[in-house]
């Protein structure tokens, strides 16, 4: 296992609801490693270093640019406390009548979803808790029929790919460029009971196995655009590609992208303000 971090910076970023998903973003790209959305708040966490401070620092000014009465406040939380912070957030999430998400201090037997895949909160994305999480677990869930191998790309806590191979799919490959993932996408494995058929690389020039038959991302736009064109020819002709990670205003702009790959959208998919495509490998 890494040795991570004890300790982490929390940041409560309280700012107009328009500004919200741009504030995110920006988060997100200063090195922010979770991402918890409440009802007038977000809050963003950072592994509490010597750089800690200058980063909360520009995102404090960036957000105050966008929005004059946003404001930021900051706590230091001891990573043992991680857990007990999330209990209070974390819940139940189902996704079809055949799958639910459940934190892993839930007796899974109480549920009567066939597939119940468990998580532990971690510094990490994917919960299941976002509305971009659960559209790739919706498609997912009617996408995978056994046998699949899958490509992960920005596996995060592994929650994709996991509940790709509890429906079945033969092998998986998840890929992240984040060394702090790999001890909660372990935790992940063995709480679902799952032994082999993922494999995770921690790179940024990762190996691909192609060709797959389904390909997941899950990535907001400042980070997927300029990546997506490294897996154009990662699926296999006939596949399939989920897409996911983008606001419903960035639709313009990610057919734009999606138009310039081998990829032909078969049927979008909306919760709130975010949108998820299902492609066909032309």
């Known amino acids: 296992m890494i040795d991570t971090t004890s300790q982490w910076v929390s940041a409560d970023i309280h700012i107009a609801h328009e500004y919200r998903e741009v504030a995110i973003d920006f988060a997100m790209a200063l090195g922010g490693l979770a991402i918890v959305e409440k009802d007038d708040v977000f809050q963003v966490s950072y592994p509490?270093?010597?750089?800690?401070?200058?980063?909360?620092?520009?995102?404090?000014?960036?957000?105050?640019?966008?929005?004059?009465?946003?404001?930021?406040?900051?706590?230091?939380?001891?990573?043992?406390?991680?857990?007990?912070?999330?209990?209070?957030?974390?819940?139940?999430t189902p996704i079809t009548d055949q799958l639910i998400i459940i934190p892993e201090w839930e007796a899974p037997e109480q549920f009567p979803q066939a597939i119940k895949t468990r998580i532990r909160p971690a510094m990490a994305f994917g919960t299941g808790t976002h509305e971009t999480t659960q559209l790739c677990l919706e498609i997912l869930d009617n996408l995978v029929q056994g046998g699949e191998r899958v490509l992960d790309v920005g596996t995060g806590s592994g929650i994709l790919g996991?509940?790709?191979?509890?429906?079945?799919?033969?092998?998986?490959?998840?890929?992240?460029?984040?060394?702090?993932?790999?001890?909660?996408?372990?935790?992940?494995?063995?709480?679902?009971?799952?032994?082999?058929?993922?494999?995770?690389?921690?790179?940024?020039?990762?190996?691909?196995?192609?060709?797959?038959?389904?390909?997941v991302v899950n990535i907001i736009r400042a980070r997927l655009f300029p990546i997506l064109p490294d897996y154009?020819?990662?699926?296999?002709?006939g596949g399939a590609?989920?897409?996911?990670?983008?606001?419903?205003?960035?639709?313009?702009?990610?057919?734009q992208i999606l138009k310039a790959s081998?990829?032909?959208?078969?049927?979008?998919?909306?919760?709130?303000?975010?949108?998820?495509?299902?492609c066909e490998v032309k």
């Open 232 to 237: 154009f020819s990662s699926v296999r002709k």
């Open 48 to 92: 509490l270093d010597k750089d800690t401070q200058l980063i909360l620092d520009e995102l404090k000014t960036f957000i105050i640019d966008q929005d004059a009465t946003a404001n930021l406040t900051q706590t230091v939380v001891h990573r043992e406390n991680w857990n007990k912070n999330w209990q209070a957030f974390f819940k139940p």
């Open 262 to 278: 081998p990829w032909a959208v078969l049927k979008t998919y909306t919760k709130n303000e975010w949108i998820a495509y299902l």
């Open 162 to 215: 996991i509940t790709a191979l509890l429906k079945g799919a033969a092998e998986v490959d998840g890929l992240e460029n984040d060394p702090f993932t790999e001890e909660n996408i372990r935790d992940n494995l063995a709480l679902n009971g799952i032994h082999s058929g993922f494999n995770l690389q921690i790179s940024e020039s990762p190996i691909l196995n192609s060709p797959y038959d389904i390909l």
């Open 241 to 255: 590609v989920i897409v996911s990670g983008l606001l419903q205003e960035e639709d313009q702009d990610t057919r």
